[in-house]
T-cell receptor
Framework: DVKVTQSSRYLVKRTGEKVFLECVQD?????MFWYRQDPGLGLRLIYF???????EKGDIPEGYSVSREKKERFSLILESASTNQTSMYLC????????????FGSGTRLTVV | KQEVTQIPAALSVPEGENLVLNCSFT??????LQWFRQDPGKGLTSLLL?????REQTSGRLNASLDKSSGRSTLYIAASQPGDSATYLC???????FGTGTRLQVFP
């Protein structure tokens, strides 16, 4: 069964910490995405990548960066965590052009205190 | 800019009812459309993918239709069960944007 794996289900970090959220897919997908999901705001795109070492800003990239050194791995980095980054973070992947749709990971619930 | 709207935002029904969830999108130039289910605190699980050459897809009690010319997709759930309680989201697969979902509760 194809999978997108997010390294942590729950994470608690302190304000100012550097936080890494890891996402790995085993489907050889070209595209990978990071979304955050907040009540009443739906899914908002943070960053996405169409290929190794490529990255594109989504709708809300401020305070985040990403890294894609290998095709299967897409990391989201919170350079200096703040309480307003407390959220559910969802990673997804898809083949080129989205032909077969998205596959999502199980999510990481991040709390910044 | 593409917008995706889902109506209703919430739905509470007794077990056994047949349901219709609606998804509309402003840009009809989409490729495929995908429906998802999300349980509280979990990721999104794909239910159905309607490819551009198709008008509908079926899986068990679920049937999704797509009318690109009118910018609409509809998810039908037959004979609803309490286990169907979840949030249902739709998304064109090439537009990077999702609907805000329909929160469904089916009570016994």
């Amino acid at each position: 069964d194809v999978k997108v794996t997010q390294s942590s289900r729950y994470l608690v970090k302190r304000t100012g910490e550097k936080v890494f959220l890891e996402c790995v897919q085993d489907m050889d997908h070209e595209n990978m995405f990071w979304y955050r999901q907040d009540p009443g705001l739906g899914l908002r795109l943070i960053y996405f990548s169409y290929d190794v070492k490529m990255k594109e800003k989504g709708d809300i990239p401020e305070g985040y960066s990403v890294s894609r050194e290998k095709k299967e791995r897409f990391s989201l980095i919170l350079e200096s965590a703040s309480t307003n980054q407390t959220s559910m973070y969802l990673c997804a992947s898809s083949s080129r052009g989205g032909l077969y749709g998205y596959t999502f990971g199980s999510g990481t619930r991040l709390t910044v205190v | 800019k593409q917008e995706v709207t889902q109506i209703p935002a919430a739905l509470s029904v007794p077990e056994g009812e047949n349901l219709v969830l609606n998804c509309s999108f402003t840009d009809s130039a989409i490729y495929n459309l995908q429906w998802f289910r999300q349980d509280p605190g979990k990721g999104l699980t794909s239910l159905l993918l309607i490819q551009s050459s198709q008008r509908e897809q079926t899986s068990g009690r679920l049937n999704a239709s797509l009318d690109k010319s009118s910018g609409r997709s509809t998810l039908y759930i037959a004979a609803s069960q309490p286990g169907d309680s979840a949030t249902y989201l739709c998304a064109p697969t090439d537009k990077l944007i999702f609907g805000t979902g329909t929160r469904l509760q089916v009570f016994p």
